[in-house]
T-cell receptor
Framework: GAVVSQHPSWVICKSGTSVKIECRSL??????MFWYRQFPKQSLMLMAT?????????EQGVEKDKFLINHASLTLSTLTVTSAHPEDSSFYIC???????????????FGPGTRLLVL | RKEVEQDPGPFNVPEGATVAFNCTYS??????FFWYRQDCRKEPKLLMS???SGNEDGRFTAQLNRASQYISLLIRDSKLSDSATYLC??????????FGRGTSLIVHP
């Protein structure tokens, strides 16, 4: 259980193109979904926290008009990189959170990631 | 001071060795603690949750020390397949996770 899918797994696009990435929790309803970015040999950087039906909360330094997040349901969140530029090339990973009453912990399950290369 | 700190390593150990990683956190109100494993160019995968009483899963043992605000991961009888980056994750009352930078482990023959 607790499978998270992400689509597409990789994208190569021209500068100025908008790219949409989907994140789905396949067998559970996620209380929260998170979007991360990871550059080579660096740690995961949280971009935004997304709750179904409400606006995403963006981390400092992340442009909300650049990285549009839509959280339409408890199982689907999308990230759109608008007018992508080469510096946006990165590994984008989503995670979906499952709250477990036992132990009252919120466990995150990650999607396989999307590699974006902007030429 | 960073919220979650880990020694980036790399820890270079022979097969069969025992290796331990520590992770310190600054927020005393932190509530949940996890170890994740990330292989090169892959997403992080949950290795284990960390409880106050400590927990063990096969060759892996995790401990939490709230007084000193650190968690640890012990790997016994290291295998080549254990080579990866181990991420420490701490969440507070809002359940927003904070990741450490990760500790790189290389197990060699």
């Amino acid at each position: 259980g607790a499978v998270v899918s992400q689509h597409p797994s990789w994208v190569i696009c021209k500068s100025g193109t908008s790219v949409k990435i989907e994140c789905r929790s396949l067998d559970f309803q996620a209380t929260t979904m998170f979007w991360y970015r990871q550059f080579p040999k660096q740690s995961l950087m949280l971009m935004a926290t997304s709750n179904e039906g409400s606006k995403a909360t963006y981390e400092q330094g992340v442009e909300k008009d650049k990285f549009l997040i839509n959280h339409a349901s408890l199982t689907l969140s999308t990230l759109t990189v608008t007018s992508a530029h080469p510096e946006d090339s990165s590994f984008y990973i989503c995670s979906a959170s499952m709250f477990k009453l036992a132990g009252k912990t919120e466990t995150q399950y990650f999607g396989p990631g999307t590699r974006l290369l902007v030429l | 001071r960073k919220e979650v700190e880990q020694d980036p390593g790399p820890f270079n150990v022979p097969e069969g060795a025992t290796v331990a990683f520590n992770c310190t956190y600054s927020n005393s109100a932190s509530q949940s603690f996890f170890w994740y494993r990330q292989d090169c160019r892959k997403e992080p995968k949950l290795l284990m949750s960390v409880y106050s009483s400590g927990n063990e899963d096969g060759r892996f043992t995790a401990q939490l020390n709230r007084a000193s605000q650190y968690i640890s991961l012990l790997i016994r009888d290291s295998k080549l397949s254990d080579s990866a980056t181990y991420l420490c994750v701490v969440t507070g009352g809002s359940y927003i996770p904070t990741f450490g930078r990760g500790t790189s482990l290389i197990v060699h023959p």
